[in-house]
């Protein structure tokens, strides 16, 4: 996934009816806020967190990886050439169990 849009206000959370309904949310004081995100890549194969700490460590390609270096995982930035590493390391995986991505648009 990427963000291609900052957060704004889940409107959802002021109309009647819907499942995200919150009555103490209001226009002036909004209660809840949503972020803008496209579709990517989907890795045919996980990169699991032990592997990306392995090239976290000093002197490794991702050891400024700011997913590394916060405790909070949940939207974190990564840098391009952070993306093109995980990007080969995922291609090789999939190769090797003889998979394929599911690609998004750019």
């Known amino acids: 996934m990427e963000i291609v ?3 704004s206000e889940d409107c959802s959370a002021r ?3 819907s ?5 103490s949310s209001s226009k002036e004081k909004p ?3 949503l972020v803008h995100v496209e ?3 989907k890795f045919a194969v996980p990169i699991h967190l032990d592997e990306l700490r392995g090239l976290g460590l000093p002197g490794k390609p991702l ?3 700011q997913l590394l270096r916060q405790s909070r995982l949940s939207v974190s930035r990564v840098q391009a050439d952070e993306w093109e590493l995980l990007c080969k390391l995922a291609d090789t995986k999939a190769q090797e169990a003889g998979l394929a991505h599911m690609e ?3």
């Open 15 to 17: 109309r009647r009816g």
């Open 19 to 23: 499942a995200y309904y919150d009555p």
């Open 63 to 65: 050891e400024k990886m």
């Open 39 to 41: 579709f990517r890549k």
């Open 104 to 106: 998004g648009t750019a």
């Open 5 to 7: 849009k900052e957060f």
């Open 31 to 33: 209660r809840w806020s």
